[in-house]
């Protein structure tokens, strides 16, 4: 059927099981799946602007109940999230500014085509390697803690391959320096977070989507955040990001709500059979698994690039 | 659970089909028009939109949640 708006041609059905299937990954991973979703839409023959605005309108649907959730459970650092929001914001609107630029030139689609791409792949080298890394790592631990005597069996405390990082990070003196009490974080440079923001906003802009890919990470990796905690703020600042990125996209003609619409109520259902599904399926193993979705994401793009025929 | 989730897919299915509907049916050539028309318009009701069908579908998968919670005690 048309979506007269981005003038898409889509099988609604077609939607529907990708918004489900995203919601299912969703669920699952505890991810947003824009890696997914964006180059769905640009398969089905969506204009790259429209991909980006409409997907952002979409991840600001599916986040609000999730973050509501993790709000409820207390995983979220409210003062981390709207110190966020000043670097957030702008990052969206330059990615926005991006996406008008290059429409004004006629590429925008194979530049946010190839740029999806690195990204999708960056994402799933990254992944790989760290999660091998921390298999590792949580093996020679676990090894140890065997030969110690009285040693607890159920260590529940982040393993992470990368947690030098952070706390070089945390040593740099750039005032004005705060605290993340809620983070456990004594003292932190409050421009580290605003470049952290500022970076994931840019990626929201540009690509669309919550760009918890790059956020999550630099929130656990590079911040220093729990991982819980990570999850929950990163979730709040998706709302951010995508609230805002979903007006300025709007407003400059890139966001087809009707098909975010419909792309949503699939999700909402497949978000539930994701959680139950983690109920059988869990451990560190996990993440291994993820690697080869934003792959595929990169797939779908590729084959749009090539062949030039978008499926409805 | 996993039985009732395949109960609770089946009347979401046809909750969302009809729900489609009037959303394709009512709001399509609406929102076509404000689209073209009004830009600024357009922008500030696309966020209340999905933020709306959030909800209401949060709503609707709590219902059925909670009649699910109820049939298995």
């Known amino acids: 059927m048309d979506f007269p708006i981005s003038g898409a041609h889509i099988n609604p059905a077609a939607l529907i099981a990708t918004g489900f299937f995203v919601g299912v990954l969703g669920g699952f991973f505890g991810v947003g799946g824009s890696f997914l979703a964006g180059p769905a839409l640009f398969f089905f023959g969506v204009p790259m602007n429209f991909v980006v605005g409409t997907d952002l309108a979409h991840i600001v649907g599916k986040s609000i109940t999730a973050a509501r959730e993790h709000a409820k459970l207390g995983q979220i650092d409210f003062k981390l999230g709207l110190l966020m929001m000043a670097g957030t914001i702008p990052g969206v609107e330059a990615g926005a500014q991006a996406i008008q630029y290059l429409k004004r030139h006629g590429n925008v689609d194979q530049v946010v085509a190839f740029a999806f791409i690195g990204v999708l792949v960056s994402v799933s080298v990254f992944m790989a390697w760290e999660s091998l890394s921390t298999l590792q790592l949580s093996k020679r631990q676990k090894r140890n803690k065997s030969n110690r005597i009285g040693a607890s069996p159920s260590g529940k405390r982040d393993v992470s391959a990368l947690a030098g990082i952070a706390k070089r990070i945390h040593l740099l003196e750039l005032a004005p320096m705060i605290g993340l009490p809620k983070s456990g974080i004594k003292r932190i440079s409050l421009w580290s977070i605003l470049v952290v923001a500022f970076i994931g906003g840019v990626f929201s802009g540009f690509l669309g989507g919550g760009a918890g890919y790059i956020r999550m990470p630099a929130l656990v990796y590079l911040l220093g955040i729990p991982t819980h905690l990570a999850v929950g703020t990163d979730l709040f600042e998706v709302i951010i990001s995508g609230g805002y990125g979903t007006v300025t996209h709007a407003f400059k003609g890139n966001v087809d709500i009707l098909i975010a619409l419909v792309m949503h109520t699939g999700g909402v259902i497949g978000a539930q059979l994701g959680a139950l599904l983690t109920s059988y399926f869990h451990g560190p193993r996990i993440r291994l698994a993820f690697v080869p979705l934003p792959l595929a994401g990169a797939g779908l793009i590729i084959y749009t690039l090539y062949t030039g025929h978008p499926m409805g | ?73």
Do not use: C
Not at chain 2, 37 to 64: D, R, S
């Open chain 2, 1 to 73: 659970m996993a039985l009732w989730l395949l109960i609770e897919l089946v009347i979401y299915s046809a909750f969302v089909a009809a729900y489609y509907f009037v959303v394709l049916l009512f709001l399509r050539d609406w929102l076509k028009y404000i689209f073209d028309a009004h830009k600024a318009v357009y922008a500030i009701i696309a966020l209340p939109l999905i933020i709306g069908q959030a909800a209401l579908l949060h709503f609707v998968t709590l219902a059925l949640r909670k009649l699910g919670g109820e049939k298995s005690n």
